[in-house]
């Protein structure tokens, strides 16, 4: 079984900054793409960013400057680095990747369960 878990949500003021964690656990052959989404309230979950294997970044346009992802791939882990915190940047933010459990199985997406943040003074 694998699970996604998220840490380090919190209440940060506008212009502070603040780092999400997940870490992926269970049995896994290879992790692929790693995400971060967030959803906030009475809106639908959106891509905030995400990095391949290989290191390769995109992010929302929102976030762009603002917002860098990283993982360590050796600790199966994905990070979110947010600076310049907004009021609209408020949500829950959800760990997501697209892994194989074994070297023979399908790649599926895991979602973890999310860690609210909220950006207010």
């Known amino acids: 079984q694998v699970q996604l878990g998220e840490s380090g949500g919190g209440l940060v003021q506008p212009g502070g900054s603040l780092r999400v964690s997940c870490t992926a656990s269970?049995?896994?052959?290879?992790?692929?793409?790693m995400r971060w989404y967030r959803q906030a309230p009475g809106q639908q979950r959106e891509l905030v960013a995400e990095?391949?294997?290989?290191?390769?970044?995109d992010y929302a346009r929102s976030v762009k400057g603002r917002f860098t992802i990283s993982r360590d791939s050796a600790k199966k882990m994905v990070y979110l680095e947010m600076t310049r915190l907004q009021a609209e940047d408020t949500g829950v933010y959800y760990c997501?990747?697209?892994?194989?459990?074994?070297?023979?199985?399908?790649?599926?997406?895991?979602w973890g369960q999310g860690t609210q943040v909220i950006v207010s003074s």
């Open positions: 269970g049995t896994i052959f290879k992790i692929y793409v």
């Open positions: 997501n990747a697209d892994l194989q459990r074994l070297s023979w199985a399908s790649m599926l997406t895991y």
């Open positions: 990095i391949t294997n290989e290191g390769g970044t």
